[in-house]
């Protein structure tokens, strides 16, 4: 962190300030830092972000919880408390929706309109999307929703939630200015996003790990449209008074087994089909509304050579440093599920 804030620093000019604070735990650290800096917004990223390693055991299990639903408490209740009209954009996702619950209706951004019936005929009502998730890790942004709402009708909060699908990518036009500069990149079974890993699997020649029958479809974003998709939020915050407003931040949905057989076509790479050790629909359908930040400005990255060639040539060289044993997914969704042995040594 250090040397990527001197760099920036080297070559842009502008200083960025690092505090390094849990959020989840220094409630009161947290309140007088609001009260020091005396933002506009928060930008907040700080939650365990992967649904394996949430997975994994009851100890990642509760720290994912733990972690994630005080820390974002926290953030709400310290800025009632410091009296600071703070907005607030969160890094959500796509999972909370869960999986062909909609069938193929598009899913909306954040909310649905339903129809109540009472006996004296139904009433017209805006309700959050029912909450679907698929994971403890995604069981908590669905939890974090419930504490926006809150929030925002008790204490007029302006709050931010972006529903991001799977990002994949490496680098923005910020990072790619210094090598020093570079993003992590998580290739192991637990933190790497299925499009990245299997770029870099390519990259190594290990076979594409698809899960089951890679029927699963999701919904994906390049990492340089996750970070114009914050800047445009910050940008136009709902007013005091709204309920959080619910951006979908994704731009394309892909079935998994198809962009396994884009790589394998492209590389030569064989496609392996592999025990799921997830608990999930084998196959499904997915329709996104997204027409929010269209509306606001972004022009969508799509998959293209170019792009999935950057990811090929970071992963080339940088392969020496993987880890084998890391690269097959062995989280578990319940006790027993199979998974497989490791492919290359
Ligand atoms: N998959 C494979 N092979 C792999 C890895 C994954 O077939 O080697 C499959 C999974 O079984 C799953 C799909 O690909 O069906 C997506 O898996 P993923 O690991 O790329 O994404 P996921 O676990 O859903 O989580 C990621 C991020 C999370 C974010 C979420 C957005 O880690 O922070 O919230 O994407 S979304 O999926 O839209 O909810």
Redo the contacts with the bound molecule.
Sequence with gaps: MGVRIEVWKELTGRDIGFINLDLAQEYDRLVDVLLNERPDAVVHFAEQ????YSMRSPKAKRYTVDNNVNGTHNLLCAIVQTGLDISVVHLG???VYGYGWSGTAPIPEGYLTVKVPTPDGDLDREILHPANPGSVY?MTKTLDQLLFAFYAKNDGLRITDLH???VWGTQTPQTALDERLINRFDYDGDYG??LN?FLMQAAIGHPL???GT?G?T??FIHIRDTVRCVEIALNNPPKRGDQPSVFNQVTETYR?RDLAELISQKTGVEVANLP?P?K?AAENDLMVTRDRFVALGLEPTTLSEGLLEEVRDISSKYAHRADMSKII?RSVWNAGMETSPDLMR
């Design positions: 972000r992967a649904a394996p996702t796509m999972g995604h991001q699908g799977i996003t299925v890993r790990t698809v899960h890679g699963q999701r919904a998994v799921n997830r999930e997914a």
